[in-house]
């Protein structure tokens, strides 16, 4: 994002970002070919629509989590500020304290590939939900072969 956007995302630049990505993984799926996407999926909710989204390629989702100290979380931040400051943007200690308090680990059952709960009071569908989190994902129908 740093090249592009030259800042920690201000105006949601990010959710623009990661839509057309998850989208451009939805396609590749749809090819047959494999996908890893790389980011985010700080809450279950969007780990759920992401994996509507590769099922409804035919794809399979795989849910991969990395742990690390948080020392040495903040640590790397930091050390890529200074060893390539091009690459990302400075964090302050309220920054990383902010983001952490908005993650949310997997569950046992995400990382068991559990069925999917229903999708928040107000989506039709994990598919609809994933159209309206990310605004350059294109709307779902469930009925046709997108």
Same mark, same amino acid.
């Given at each position: 994002?740093?090249?592009?956007?030259?800042?920690?995302?201000?105006?949601?630049?990010?959710?623009?970002?990661?839509?057309?990505?998850?989208?451009?993984?939805?396609?590749?799926?749809? *090819?047959?070919?494999?996908?890893?996407?790389?980011?985010?999926?700080? *809450?279950?909710?969007?780990?759920?629509?992401?994996?509507?989204?590769?099922?409804?390629?035919?794809?399979?989702?795989?849910?991969?989590?990395?742990?690390?100290?948080?020392?040495?979380?903040?640590?790397?931040?930091?050390?890529?500020?200074?060893?390539?400051?091009?690459?990302?943007?400075?964090?302050?200690?309220?920054?990383?304290?902010?983001?952490?308090?908005?993650?949310?680990?997997?569950?046992?059952?995400?990382?068991?590939?559990?069925?999917?709960?229903?999708?928040?009071?107000? *989506?039709?569908?994990?598919?609809?939900?994933?159209?309206?989190?990310?605004?350059?994902?294109?709307?779902?129908?469930?009925?046709?072969?997108?």
């Amino acid at each position: 994002m740093a090249p592009l956007f030259g800042d920690n995302d201000a105006g949601g630049r990010r959710d623009i970002l990661e839509g057309r990505m998850i989208w451009v993984a939805h396609e590749v799926l749809r *090819s047959g070919a494999g996908v890893v996407l790389d980011f985010g999926c700080w *809450s279950p909710e969007e780990r759920y629509a992401i994996r509507a989204v590769a099922e409804s390629a035919d794809g399979r989702f795989v849910l991969h989590h990395v742990t690390l100290d948080e020392q040495e979380r903040r640590a790397r931040a930091g050390a890529r500020w200074e060893t390539a400051p091009e690459t990302t943007f400075p964090m302050t200690d309220e920054d990383h304290d902010r983001w952490l308090a908005s993650y949310h680990p997997p569950t046992d059952e995400e990382l068991a590939d559990a069925p999917p709960p229903d999708p928040p009071a107000g *989506s039709d569908s994990w598919l609809h939900w994933a159209s309206q989190r990310w605004p350059t994902l294109p709307r779902f129908d469930e009925r046709s072969d997108v």
